[in-house]
């Protein structure tokens, strides 16, 4: 369709995978080296700017291949809960997909054959076939990165300097893709489409006391109950530090908009001043 169509191109607009004609940005062609989504491309090459390439490359192999939790047998679904709770991590549903890769990784390379791995997805209510997909994947963007002579850091997991660099690199792909919870109870209302969300029941947010404010997310799927999908914690700081400004300017009139330009006023109130004066 037409609007489609012309929301595609707005959004790699956004995303600066255009020129001022249209055509592919420089930027652009090396998004496009990537068979992944747009957003994705972008978070895997900011990734570079924020040194945490090895991490994001994980995510983006989590996220394209199938879900790798399973759907927990009838009586089984608190064990399996406890079960992924082991791989839970504060920041978010991406920092948890890490875990999970890293964890499958190391009962691989302590494992001297496929049945057991097998049984230790199993009994970690995994797919199994999921992780192996996403393994492959990661090898693949890897030999792209390698190809096309993009830096690769080293991992570094887990300390607060790269956590606060994926969720940059996150942000610098998936800006459009934030929610707010409006009322405290987890009802997350986007901020591009005013519509109102529910976190997946696959979240480690899920079930949880306290759900965070503002969220960066996935995917959204209207036939999953209006869910958002892998959910990870973002501040509204860190947003307006990254979010491009024309981007901002049209987004519809919101409380959440309000709120965020706020911070803006606050972050740099002498800009603010001038703009108001012009």
Not at 32 to 38: G, M
Request: glycine share 2%; proline share 6%; with cysteine.
């Amino acid at each position: 369709a037409p609007e489609s169509l012309m929301q595609a191109l707005e959004d790699l607009d956004y995303l600066a995978a255009l020129d001022n004609d249209g055509n592919l940005s420089e930027f652009g062609i090396i998004m496009s080296e990537f068979p992944l989504d747009p957003q994705l491309s972008k978070s895997i090459l900011a990734s570079c700017e924020f040194e945490c390439v090895d991490e994001m490359l994980t995510i983006a192999a989590m996220v394209t291949a199938p879900n790798c939790f399973l759907h927990a047998p009838p009586g089984t679904e608190e064990i399996a809960l406890t079960c992924w709770r082991k791989f839970s991590h504060p920041a978010g549903d991406h920092f948890t997909l890490i875990n999970v890769f890293n964890a499958f990784k190391e009962a691989s390379a302590n494992s001297a054959s496929q049945c057991n791995n097998e049984k230790w997805c199993r009994d970690y209510f995994l797919s199994c076939s999921a992780l192996r997909m996403a393994e492959i994947i990661r090898a693949e963007l890897v030999e792209i990165m390698k190809r096309i002579e993009l830096p690769i850091s080293e991992p570094d997991f887990g300390s607060k300097e790269n956590t606060l660099s994926i969720k940059k690199s996150l942000l610098s792909g998936y800006f459009m893709h934030i929610a707010r919870d409006v009322d405290g109870s987890g009802n997350y209302l986007m901020l591009t489409h005013r519509q109102v969300a529910q976190l997946h029941p696959f979240s480690s947010y899920y079930n949880t006391r306290k759900i965070p404010e503002w969220v960066l997310f996935h995917e959204f799927s209207i036939s999953e109950d209006n869910s958002i999908r892998v959910v990870s914690e973002i501040s509204p700081h860190l947003f307006v530090e990254l979010v491009p400004q024309y981007y901002f300017s049209n987004l519809p009139p919101s409380e959440s908009k309000d709120i965020l330009q706020e911070v803006i006023n606050h972050l740099s109130p002498v800009s603010t001043m001038q703009e108001e004066q012009k």
